[in-house]
């Protein structure tokens, strides 16, 4: 089984800065893709990024040049680094991996969130 936690989530205020960090139980190398999604409240789970194992990055349109996901694979951890942050940034943030098995099917893992909260 794959186990992925996040933490790093608080209280930030607008303009400041935030590192989520999402530790996997396996090593990272073995997943495809790596990425973060966010929820806030009375909305529906969001895209923010993704970064792949050759390191090839997106961002939703709404971050991108403000939030950078990276990964540390000695650690099996992946970041995401939340520069610029404003109350519109405020979710729970959840990590996913997910690892292709063949051309047709994949499997997606999921932690267990971290709040992020950005007053104004």
């Known amino acids: 089984q794959v186990q992925l936690v996040e933490s790093g989530g608080g209280l930030v205020q607008a303009g400041g800065s935030l590192r989520l960090s999402c530790a996997a139980s396996v090593m990272i190398s073995s997943l495809n893709t790596m990425g973060w999604y966010r929820q806030a409240p009375g909305k529906q789970r969001e895209w923010v990024a993704t970064?792949?194992?050759?390191?090839?990055?997106n961002y939703v349109d709404s971050v991108k040049g403000r939030f950078t996901i990276s990964r540390d694979n000695a650690k099996n951890t992946v970041y995401l680094q939340m520069n610029s942050l404003n109350p519109e940034d405020t979710a729970v943030y959840y990590c996913?991996?997910?690892?292709?098995?063949?051309?047709?099917?994949?499997?997606?893992?999921w932690g267990q969130g971290t709040q992020v909260t950005v007053s104004s």
């Open positions: 996913l991996g997910r690892r292709v098995v063949t051309m047709t099917d994949s499997r997606d893992y």
């Open positions: 970064i792949t194992k050759s390191s090839i990055t």
